[in-house]
């Protein structure tokens, strides 16, 4: 049997299984890794077994409808900055109705892709997020997210300035993927972990300029903030975190992801 005609076996935090050809699962570079580390030349057909612990089974299985997808149709590439604050304008319907998801779901797939190293999965959720909050004033923000913002004008536009100055002389790491762990400090120098650490509305201030003003150094970092904030948490502990209520009941879940 070819190698393109194996099947690889992924393994959710619960224990489920998904049988899913190798092409789809090697999307994933952390899956493609694993696969390749442990591949016996010498019998093609037995199927690897990959161990997600980091990945809910329902998460995963929207995460594999997504590489499925892909390989038959091809996510068009992102434009930066987004052109306008509809993801629809950026990539083929198909993939603006994967996203079209409750912030929660939103910030599972950003961390399952992350997590997974499966790069055009990551784009769209950070596209998705930046759609979100493009054009939108600081306190439309807050309301979005339910947040409270600690900080000044002045200080934060003095945060901001710093940015960019610093980055001159000491430009930041390039950010692994997937990261190493939940505290971006394991991903970047001291100065850049301090200058994410701060309100959830300042980051995503952060994004959306990054993201309009097409500072890819500054896109990369905000965006690893958010998905350090989420890594490893469970889908109510990120509930918690961004004050979200989830009004679907486990069946409407079920049939939700299922489609």
Same mark, same amino acid.
């Not at 950003?110 to 997974?116: C, E, K, P, Q, W």
């Given at each position: 049997? +070819?190698?393109?005609e194996r099947t690889v076996r992924l393994t959710s935090k619960e224990g489920e299984s998904t049988e899913?050809?190798?092409?789809? @699962?090697?999307?994933?570079? *952390?899956?493609?890794?694993? &696969?390749?580390?442990? %591949?016996?030349? %010498?019998? =093609?057909?037995? #199927?690897?077994?990959?161990?997600?612990?980091?990945?809910? !089974?329902?998460? /995963? !299985?929207?995460?594999?409808?997504?590489?499925?997808?892909?390989?038959?149709?091809?996510?068009?590439?992102?434009?930066?900055?987004?052109?306008?604050?509809?993801?629809?304008? @950026?990539?083929?319907?198909?993939?603006?109705?994967?996203? $079209?998801?409750?912030?929660?779901?939103?910030?599972?797939?950003?961390?399952?892709?992350?997590?997974? =190293?499966?790069?055009?999965?990551?784009?769209?959720?950070?596209? !998705?997020?930046?759609?979100? &909050?493009?054009?939108?004033?600081?306190?439309?923000?807050?309301?979005?997210? $339910?947040?409270? $913002? =600690?900080?000044? !004008?002045?200080?934060?536009?003095?945060?901001?300035?710093?940015?960019? &100055?610093?980055?001159?002389?000491?430009?930041?790491?390039?950010?692994?993927?997937?990261?190493?762990?939940? +505290? &971006?400090?394991?991903?970047?120098?001291?100065?850049? @972990?301090?200058?994410?650490?701060?309100?959830? #509305?300042?980051?995503?201030?952060?994004?959306?300029?990054?993201?309009?003003?097409?500072?890819?150094? /500054?896109?990369?970092?905000g965006c690893a903030a958010v998905a350090c904030k989420i890594k490893e948490k469970s889908p109510e502990?990120?509930?918690? *975190?961004?004050?979200?209520?989830?009004?679907? $009941?486990?069946?409407?879940?079920?049939?939700?992801?299922?489609?």
């Amino acid at each position: 049997m +070819a190698s393109e005609e194996r099947t690889v076996r992924l393994t959710s935090k619960e224990g489920e299984s998904t049988e899913v050809p190798a092409a789809v @699962a090697k999307m994933s570079v *952390l899956v493609r890794d694993m &696969i390749d580390e442990n %591949d016996d030349d %010498d019998d =093609d057909e037995v #199927t690897a077994e990959v161990p997600l612990p980091n990945v809910e !089974a329902s998460v /995963l !299985a929207k995460v594999v409808d997504f590489c499925v997808h892909y390989q038959g149709d091809p996510m068009s590439e992102i434009p930066k900055p987004l052109k306008s604050a509809a993801i629809s304008d @950026a990539v083929q319907e198909w993939y603006a109705e994967f996203v $079209n998801v409750e912030q929660e779901e939103l910030f599972e797939l950003i961390s399952a892709a992350n997590y997974m =190293d499966i790069k055009p999965l990551l784009d769209l959720g950070c596209a !998705a997020v930046a759609c979100k &909050i493009k054009e939108k004033s600081p306190e439309e923000i807050r309301r979005l997210y $339910n947040m409270v $913002n =600690d900080f000044n !004008a002045a200080e934060n536009a003095e945060e901001k300035e710093a940015e960019g &100055i610093h980055y001159q002389g000491d430009p930041m790491n390039e950010i692994a993927r997937p990261l190493k762990s939940a +505290a &971006i400090s394991d991903a970047v120098q001291e100065w850049y @972990a301090e200058f994410v650490n701060v309100e959830q #509305t300042e980051l995503f201030d952060l994004i959306s300029a990054a993201n309009f003003m097409d500072i890819k150094p /500054l896109l990369d970092l905000g965006c690893a903030a958010v998905a350090c904030k989420i890594k490893e948490k469970s889908p109510e502990e990120i509930r918690r *975190l961004y004050n979200m209520v989830n009004d679907f $009941n486990a069946a409407e879940n079920a049939e939700e992801k299922e489609a």
